[in-house]
């Protein structure tokens, strides 16, 4: 498996790397919570921008991706919008999540874009070429937040993301029992060694949590953690994250 470089930091080598996602509604509050990552944990941000409140006009969520930019200086920046039936705040129809999307991947300001496998549909090839052209990594991702699929749909979701150009897979499920667990940590052990490429995986809820601290142990490149509010369930405060992953790095070494 080949790391992925993104300005600084290696995906998928060593300890999985800590993305804190910024999730305040308006410009004021989102670059504040940005200017407070230099002093903590973090080695990716993410901008949740289904979070903002002006998230429907690509020209002013650009424009604040600049800002942002200027803020985070030499940090990776995560472009998400979260479908709302993917687990965010709200939805677009289906050319507004085009558009916004080519719009940050042709902004200059991002590194890394998180498309929906399953949202962008037949179009996630030109987004992929796009990217490509601008030198923008992409996550591509799945979640769902009702059930956790057998190991046989989960594995072939991350083959398909794989196999649609991603540069990182992400999957994210709900486990119903332990045994959901178990099931996602086994079928992220197979794929981290079956696929060129990081992946990224957890199981959510309080359940789940586990998945996201054995992500070296189990081939998971990297994994969120929350300063103040949190995006999804069963995500740990970032400070407490890098403690334990620390520990874990150390005794695997």
Same mark, same amino acid.
């Given at each position: 498996?080949?790391?992925?470089?993104?300005?600084?930091?290696?995906?998928?080598?060593?300890?999985?790397?800590?993305?804190?996602?910024?999730?305040?509604?308006?410009?004021?509050?989102?670059?504040?919570?940005?200017?407070?990552?230099?002093?903590?944990?973090?080695?990716?941000?993410?901008?949740?921008?289904?979070?903002?409140?002006?998230?429907?006009?690509?020209?002013?969520?650009?424009?604040?991706?600049?800002?942002?930019?200027?803020?985070?200086?030499?940090?990776?920046?995560?472009?998400?919008?979260?479908?709302?039936?993917?687990?965010?705040?709200?939805?677009?129809?289906?050319?507004?999540?085009?558009?916004?999307?080519?719009?940050?991947?042709?902004? &200059?300001? %991002?590194?890394?874009?998180?498309? /929906?496998? @399953?949202?962008?549909?037949?179009?996630? $090839?030109?987004?992929? !070429?796009?990217?490509?052209?601008?030198?923008?990594?992409?996550?591509?991702?799945?979640?769902?937040?009702?059930?956790?699929?057998?190991?046989?749909?989960?594995?072939?979701?991350?083959?398909?993301?794989?196999?649609?150009?991603?540069?990182?897979?992400?999957?994210?499920?709900?486990?119903?029992?332990?045994?959901?667990?178990?099931?996602?940590?086994?079928?992220?052990?197979?794929?981290?060694?079956?696929?060129?490429?990081?992946?990224?995986?957890?199981?959510?809820?309080?359940? &789940?949590? %586990?998945?996201?601290?054995?992500? /070296?142990? @189990?081939?998971?490149?990297?994994?969120? $953690?929350?300063?103040? !509010?949190?995006?999804?369930?069963?995500?740990?405060?970032?400070?407490?994250?890098?403690?334990?992953?620390?520990?874990?790095?150390?005794?695997?070494?």
């Amino acid at each position: 498996m080949k790391p992925v470089m993104i300005r600084n930091i290696a995906i998928g080598q060593g300890r999985p790397k800590i993305c804190v996602p910024i999730v305040a509604s308006s410009a004021d509050g989102i670059l504040e919570a940005a200017k407070g990552f230099a002093d903590l944990p973090v080695d990716i941000a993410e901008w949740r921008v289904d979070w903002y409140e002006d998230a429907a006009s690509p020209e002013k969520v650009i424009r604040l991706a600049g800002c942002l930019r200027q803020v985070l200086g030499e940090m990776p920046l995560l472009f998400t919008f979260r479908t709302e039936k993917e687990g965010g705040e709200k939805s677009l129809p289906f050319e507004e999540y085009i558009e916004l999307n080519l719009a940050a991947i042709k902004s &200059g300001t %991002v590194d890394l874009v998180d498309l /929906e496998l @399953f949202t962008a549909g037949d179009r996630i $090839g030109q987004m992929v !070429q796009e990217a490509r052209r601008a030198r923008v990594r992409v996550m591509m991702s799945s979640h769902e937040f009702f059930k956790t699929p057998t190991k046989e749909e989960m594995m072939g979701r991350l083959q398909k993301m794989y196999q649609a150009g991603a540069d990182i897979p992400k999957l994210a499920v709900m486990p119903q029992s332990k045994w959901d667990v178990l099931a996602l940590l086994a079928v992220t052990l197979e794929m981290s060694q079956a696929l060129e490429c990081p992946i990224v995986t957890m199981s959510m809820s309080s359940i &789940g949590m %586990v998945s996201r601290l054995v992500g /070296e142990t @189990f081939g998971s490149a990297l994994t969120f $953690g929350a300063i103040g !509010q949190r995006s999804a369930p069963g995500q740990p405060g970032a400070k407490e994250l890098s403690e334990v992953l620390e520990v874990i790095h150390r005794n695997l070494e």
